[in-house]
């Protein structure tokens, strides 16, 4: 009796552990995505405002942690804090007190800043349509298999986010830009966190599929700064953010965390706002969504055993580099400053304009008194 | 050959098991060994300089030569040591000549002496075409897209509001028998920030990176706390050897720095590479086939104001900057340099520093009062005690400053200076900048001042940056000249020479060329009140709701009468009497 039920004891265990080999294998191809993507934008200007550009950073710097490279980031910084001139601790941005973890780092490479941090640029990023000569690390080039992470931060209010003091988007244009990303195919899943004042009325108008939304703060509700720090003389990150970021320290790539515990980042009592989300339009249930989806760029690697040959490695064509078409004129080194010729430098030849109205009026005159005098029979002899 | 190029790159395998860049390059190199491939030649030098000050100023040059033609639409596709990145550049935009340069800090010519290679602050971006461009501006604008992204920085600022075409500077530096002006482009941006993040790409061009070599000396954290720091890529076409038949291209990838004496916390004058850099070095890049550092030790070559440990023999003397210098060399590619500890930290120390007074020097500043007008006033000092030198001043300010020409007066020792060449082009507005070239004679020992007036013009209100009461910044002036030189120049430029010295090519003996940069101007421009436009909202929507609302109300508000609601009992013996058929009361 007690042998049966040991064996049956050790025969459920073993179904058991092949249910969930089967699991971690079903779990495996489960996704639908085969890249990942992030857009991480700080949205504020001056000094003050340190701690939006080290929220960005933060989260930057666990997306590059678990696998996203530069070139799938597109990093907007609206001010530099880092090399600020009332920075105390040059080429740093901390984001805990005490001057523990510089998230600024030796391998930041920011895309657009400054100036360029602006709505038009945002949505031209999100959207595709930028000017032809944009370089491929300002452009988001992803496509319908592609997993985006949106992280916003500054100064927000109830149904707009502000960019650099100076304008603002409405969660009307950012849920279009959406829709225009949904309509190109331009991504498979999208995770949108925002982390500003009443961050919640920016997710309200989505209407999109596949979208997940995270916010700090409900509507009418303030986000707020964790700490100051004394040194450098201002708040260094704010609540959310630093809750997050310490959530994401303790991901790895093979981590199996999903959103649910990100939902769970940040309760009340730690924040002192309440962080809402958005899921209605996500087709997947939020549970069975990995954390390393969205913050990860993790990849499904096949161990193959088969053999492939190399071809033939290309053969250069010859080159002669002494003779043939090769000029045989000597070369030499401009003279920097020819003095002698820059005195006798005749003016340039100006590009030829079409008269201006003082001259045609001129000739007009010049020719109406020729005619006057001299008759209109001489007309012919002109034209 | 073929032999030789093998068995070195098996060597190279074997020192560097973790770079993957050298194993890339075993694997081709080894395959095609029959054909020619054009050679590629990489040096880095370190060159420190103790100023007078107590500051220390360190100039790194990383140069790659390769022997290949990039004009002519010749397609390269093999790169080694040269990046590809830079190299496409020049091939898809028909780039003759290029000179990149970010700059934090401005460079105190009276404290410090002359840089090796001078920079304005902010970027600086000059680029000479090939002939061969039908659309310069338009190139122009593309190849300033593409630069901002390889080194994330913001150069698609660049356009034709800040884009001048000098006519007389700015020749170009490498080889090239025709010089047309129409095919040069400048333009700065005094307002750049310079940041790891444009160092993080600038290291990647190294064929080394920041692994090996003398580059594991540049971290972020060291490099921006301090008084100037500086990093450039500068492109051109060079001459291969003394008969200068066949041309190479030169990619000099430059990083100038100066530490502060007292940013470290201790007053004394004592400097060494790990107080400098936080790194010690352990060996050369293994790619070099040069790496060395130089220390300056001319005022005191007999070791007693001034100690360098560990002690090396090796000296070296170079003409730099119109005067002979002495240096202390270290080999790195030499194991004994780095001693039985395998590491080299290269200690300093001197007690005093003769002042170098250098020749010619420049200031900038506005005058004036009021936010309608103003004036600029540039200085520039001959300091040389008997002899006159050319100096060619070119400005470019921008549109919104409307400089007024008659007013323009060039003045030394008091009396006018008629300046042999004077080149203007006025601004057009939100079109192009004031560009004024001007080619003056200074006397010795004096100082001439060139000024102008301006007046502020107002921009409309979507034209102001998001902070406008910071201000509005002009560039620096530049101010190219040929100095006289305190010892007979080089001219032979195939001599074997530090990279520092060979920069600028040197064509007569008596004088060497140099730029200097005056400081960027800061201006205020009238700002206007930007919560206006809400206020006027607010104020004629309340005007329009209280005043209109009103008068339409009264006109078109009927009465009606009506009955109050009755009490509740009177409303009971309503509903009694309706059920008994009375009327209500």
Redesign the interface.
Same mark, same amino acid.
């Given at each position: 009796m007690k042998i049966l039920t040991l064996l049956s004891l050790l025969a459920t265990h073993l179904s058991a552990s092949s249910v969930n080999i089967e699991e971690n294998a079903g779990q495996f191809f489960s996704s639908g995505h085969t890249n990942n993507w992030a857009v991480l934008v700080c949205t504020s200007? /001056?000094w003050f405002n340190y701690r939006h550009v080290a929220n960005t950073l933060s989260v930057y710097r666990s997306v590059k942690r678990l696998g996203i490279p530069d070139s799938h980031i597109v990093l907007m910084l609206a001010d530099?804090m880092?090399?600020n001139h009332r920075n105390p $601790?040059?080429?740093?941005v901390f984001s805990h007190k005490n001057m523990e973890l510089n998230v600024?780092? &030796? &391998? #930041?490479?920011? &895309?657009?800043?400054?100036?360029?941090v602006t709505v038009e640029n945002f949505l031209r990023v999100l959207t595709g349509r930028l000017?032809p000569?944009?370089?491929?690390?300002?452009r988001l080039l992803s496509d319908d298999r592609s997993n985006i992470l949106i992280y916003l931060t500054g100064h927000g209010g109830n149904g707009f986010l502000k960019f @650099?003091?100076?304008e603002e988007i409405s969660n009307v244009e950012l849920a279009d830009a959406f829709e225009q990303m949904w309509q190109k195919r331009r991504y498979n899943e999208l995770l949108f966190i925002i982390d500003t004042c009443q961050g919640a009325s920016m997710y309200e108008r989505f209407y999109s599929p596949n979208l997940m939304a995270l916010a700090s703060s409900q509507v009418g509700e303030d986000s707020l700064s964790h700490q100051p720090d004394l040194a450098i003389g201002v708040h260094l990150m704010d609540r959310y953010t630093f809750y997050l970021l310490e959530f994401l320290e303790d991901i790895h790539p093979s981590s199996k965390a999903n959103m649910n515990d990100l939902f769970k980042v940040c309760p009340k009592s730690q924040c002192v706002s309440t962080p809402g989300h958005r899921t209605d339009l996500f087709l997947r249930d939020p549970g069975s969504a990995l954390i390393t989806d969205f913050f990860g760029s993790v990849r499904k690697v096949e161990i193959t055993m088969e053999t492939i040959n190399l071809t033939e490695?290309i053969? @250069?064509v010859?080159q002669n /580099?002494v003779n043939e078409e090769?000029q $045989?004129?000597?070369?030499?080194?401009?003279? @920097?400053?020819? #003095?002698s010729e *820059? *005195?006798h430098?005749k003016p340039?030849q100006k590009d030829w304009h079409p008269p201006d109205g003082f001259i045609l009026g001129l000739w007009t005159l010049i020719l109406l008194v020729f005619f006057k005098t001299y008759g209109m029979k001489h007309l012919k002899h002109i034209f | 050959v073929c032999v030789r190029v093998c068995v070195r790159v098996c060597v190279c395998a074997c020192v560097c098991v973790c770079a993957c860049v050298c194993v890339c390059v075993c694997v081709c190199v080894c395959v095609c060994s029959s054909v020619p491939q054009p050679k590629d030649d990489f040096q880095e030098e370190l060159v420190i300089r103790p100023l007078h000050s107590g500051d220390i100023y360190a100039s790194f040059q990383f140069r790659t030569l390769w022997e290949t033609d990039f004009m002519r639409g010749n397609k390269v596709s093999h790169y080694r040591l040269f990046p590809k990145s830079l190299g496409q550049v020049i091939s898809k935009f028909s780039v003759r000549e290029l000179h990149i340069s970010f700059t934090q800090g401005y460079w105190r010519t009276m404290q410090w002496g002359q840089p090796f290679l001078p920079s304005p602050p902010g970027a600086e971006l000059w680029v000479w075409f090939q002939d061969s461009v039908t659309d310069v501006d338009g190139t122009w604008k593309e190849l300033t897209n593409v630069l901002s992204g390889i080194f994330c920085a913001s150069l698609n600022f660049i356009d034709s509001t800040n884009t001048v075409q000098p006519s007389a500077s700015f020749k170009p530096l490498g080889i090239g028998n025709v010089t047309d002006h129409r095919f040069l482009r400048y333009a700065t941006l005094p307002r750049e920030i310079v940041c790891t993040e444009n160092l993080t790409p600038w290291k990647k061009l190294l064929p080394c990176g920041s692994k090996a070599g003398l580059a594991v000396l540049l971290k972020s954290e060291k490099l921006f706390h301090s008084s100037f720091h500086s990093q450039a890529v500068h492109i051109r076409p060079v001459c291969q050897d003394w008969q200068c038949k066949t041309t190479s291209w030169e990619l000099r990838q430059t990083l100038n720095v100066v530490f502060d004496l007292h940013t470290p916390g201790q007053g004394k004058l004592e400097w060494s590479l790990f107080k400098m850099f936080s790194r010690t070095l352990t060996e050369a890049c293994p790619l070099a086939s040069s790496s060395k550092i130089y220390i300056d030790i001319t005022d005191d070559p007999q070791g007693e104001q001034f100690e360098v440990s560990p002690a090396t023999h090796l000296l070296s003397q170079a003409m730099v900057l119109g005067d002979r210098r002495t240096f202390s060399v270290y080999d790195l590619t030499q194991q004994i340099t780095f001693g039985t500890v395998r590491s080299l930290n290269l200690l300093i120390r001197w007690k005093s520093r003769d002042m170098l007074r250098p020749l010619l020097h420049a200031e900038r500043y506005v005058a004036g009062y009021g936010l309608q007008t103003g004036e600029i006033h540039t200085l520039m000092y001959n300091n040389h005690p008997y002899r006159s030198f050319p100096v060619l001043l070119l400005d470019s300010v921008p549109w919104y400053l409307r400089l007024y020409i008659h007013t323009l007066t060039v003045t030394s020792k008091g009396k006018d200076n008629k300046p042999s060449y004077i080149h203007y082009q006025p601004s057009k507005d939100r079109v192009r900048p004031h560009l004024l070239e001007m080619l003056v004679q200074l006397p010795p020992n004096s100082v001439t001042e060139v000024t102008v007036q301006f007046e502020r013009a107002l921009l409309k209100w979507t034209e102001y940056t998001p902070d406008p009461n910071h201000g509005f910044y002009v560039g620096s002036s530049v101010i190219s000249s040929l100095v006289p030189s305190i010892v007979a120049m080089d001219t032979n430029s195939t001599r074997e020479q530090p990279l520092f010295s060979s920069f600028f090519p040197c064509k007569e003996e008596s004088s060497y060329f140099m730029r200097v940069y005056t400081e960027p101007l800061l201006v205020n421009l009238p700002t206007p009140d930007f919560s206006m436009p809400y206020n006027v909202i607010c104020l004629t929507c309340t005007v329009v709701a209280v005043g209109y609302g009103s008068l339409y109300n009264l006109l078109t508000r009927s009465f009606q009468i009506e009955e109050p609601s009755p009490g509740l009992a009177k409303r009971i013996a309503n509903i009694i009497r309706k059920m008994r058929g009375v009327p209500p009361l």
């Open positions: 200007r /001056f530099d880092a090399c $601790k040059p080429a740093t600024y780092g &030796d &391998d #930041v490479e920011v &895309d657009y800043r400054g100036y360029e000017p000569s944009t370089p491929r690390s300002k @650099q003091d100076s490695p053969q @250069q010859e /580099f090769r $045989k004129e000597t070369y030499s080194y401009v003279d @920097q400053l020819p #003095v *820059i *005195i430098q340039k | -």
